[in-house]
């Protein structure tokens, strides 16, 4: 166990709802430190989120996981000492590029799906409820890391959740409606996902409403599309993969297409090697 004396904080690596994360140096080591605000959490009635965080990164070990090594916490804070990822995540790479090249999303798509089906085929299967291009860091090597657990739980055979967890735009209808769910909301994501790397913009609210609308009129309109599933692809998508995004983004989630069948789509077929 560490304390904030023995460590060296060096650049801020990133930013979301909950947290702060730095590089860090640890005897002599580069990690990377999420820094969660106890006072931010509990505002947000999540107190709870950071324990279940940490539990659940604990138990995982898979390549494609960002790996967790520590944690302390103080008075005001909860520390997170995490493998540290050189590279940048989707987000970043989309904004930069605005979309993915077909080979690249091949490739990285492939890997985001394994690593779903490691985490929905444990035995307790965990649901990350938060997937989405900020939480999926990319290395050097174009090897995906699946990063921030802070939404994720576990289920239970039988069991469905209820809470209202996530961000609007990745949010499966069932979600949305307050049905109980369970680990297809993050096969609803992973279609999500997909038509975003290779639009450039998110099925649900297209670039000029992302520009245009105020917040409130944006939930709105996101909404009222993902009830209908109101897909809007533009002219330029792959013809494949916009048969992958329909078999996904279905309205029931029994409909949608299982993990394992989602990596044997032709779309995911014809993937050139990438040079490592
Ligand atoms: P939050 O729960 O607040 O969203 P995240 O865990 O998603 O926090 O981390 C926020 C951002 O920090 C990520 O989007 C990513 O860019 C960066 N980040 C997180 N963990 C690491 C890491 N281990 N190495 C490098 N960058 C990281
Ligand atoms: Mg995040
Ligand atoms: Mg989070």
Same mark, same amino acid.
């Given at each position: 166990?560490?304390?904030? =004396? +023995?460590?060296?904080?060096?650049?801020? $690596?990133?930013?979301?709802?909950?947290?702060?994360? &730095?590089? /860090? #140096?640890?005897?002599?080591?580069?990690?990377?430190?999420?820094?969660?605000?106890?006072?931010?959490?509990?505002?947000?009635?999540?107190?709870?989120?950071?324990?279940?965080?940490?539990?659940?990164?604990?138990?995982?070990?898979?390549?494609?996981?960002?790996?967790?090594?520590?944690?302390?916490? =103080? +008075?005001?804070?909860?520390?997170?000492? $995490?493998?540290?990822?050189?590279?940048?995540?989707? &987000?970043? /790479? #989309?904004?930069?590029?605005?979309?993915?090249?077909?080979?690249?999303?091949?490739?990285?798509?492939?890997?985001?799906?394994?690593?779903?089906?490691?985490?929905?085929?444990?035995?307790?299967?965990?649901?990350?409820?938060?997937?989405?291009?900020?939480?999926?860091?990319?290395?050097?090597?174009?090897?995906?890391?699946?990063?921030?657990?802070?939404?994720?739980?576990?289920?239970?055979?039988?069991?469905?959740?209820?809470?209202?967890?996530?961000?609007?735009?990745?949010?499966?209808?069932?979600?949305?409606?307050?049905?109980?769910?369970?680990?297809?909301?993050?096969?609803?994501?992973?279609?999500?996902?997909?038509?975003?790397?290779?639009?450039?913009?998110?099925?649900?609210?297209?670039?000029?409403?992302?520009?245009?609308?105020?917040?409130?009129?944006?939930?709105?309109?996101?909404?009222?599309?993902?009830?209908?599933?109101?897909?809007?692809?533009?002219?330029?998508?792959?013809?494949?993969?916009?048969?992958?995004?329909?078999?996904?983004?279905?309205?029931?989630?029994?409909?949608?297409?299982?993990?394992?069948?989602?990596?044997?789509?032709?779309?995911?077929?014809?993937?050139?090697?990438?040079?490592?």
């Amino acid at each position: 166990i560490v304390s904030l =004396d +023995e460590i060296t904080q060096q650049e801020m $690596l990133g930013k979301g709802q909950f947290g702060v994360v &730095y590089r /860090i #140096l640890y005897q002599g080591q580069t990690y990377a430190m999420k820094q969660i605000v106890k006072q931010t959490l509990i505002r947000h009635g999540k107190i709870n989120s950071a324990v279940l965080e940490l539990k659940i990164m604990y138990q995982l070990d898979h390549e494609n996981i960002m790996k967790l090594i520590t944690h302390f916490e =103080d +008075e005001n804070n909860v520390y997170l000492i $995490l493998e540290y990822i050189d590279g940048s995540n989707l &987000y970043d /790479i #989309l904004k930069r590029d605005t979309r993915l090249q077909e080979t690249y999303a091949i490739h990285y798509y492939r890997q985001i799906v394994s690593t779903l089906i490691y985490l929905h085929s444990r035995p307790t299967p965990i649901l990350h409820r938060d997937i989405k291009p900020e939480n999926i860091l990319i290395t050097k090597n174009n090897a995906i890391k699946l990063a921030d657990f802070g939404s994720a739980n576990s289920l239970a055979k039988d069991e469905l959740r209820f809470t209202f967890e996530g961000t609007y735009l990745f949010m499966a209808p069932e979600i949305y409606l307050n049905k109980g769910y369970t680990q297809c909301v993050d096969i609803w994501s992973l279609g999500v996902l997909l038509f975003e790397i290779l639009a450039g913009h998110s099925p649900f609210l297209n670039k000029e409403e992302e520009n245009s609308l105020m917040t409130h009129e944006k939930q709105t309109v996101i909404r009222e599309n993902v009830l209908n599933v109101r897909i809007r692809f533009p002219d330029t998508f792959p013809p494949l993969a916009r048969d992958l995004v329909r078999k996904i983004l279905r309205l029931e989630p029994q409909d949608r297409l299982r993990l394992e069948e989602v990596l044997k789509h032709p779309w995911l077929q014809n993937a050139e090697v990438l040079e490592q």
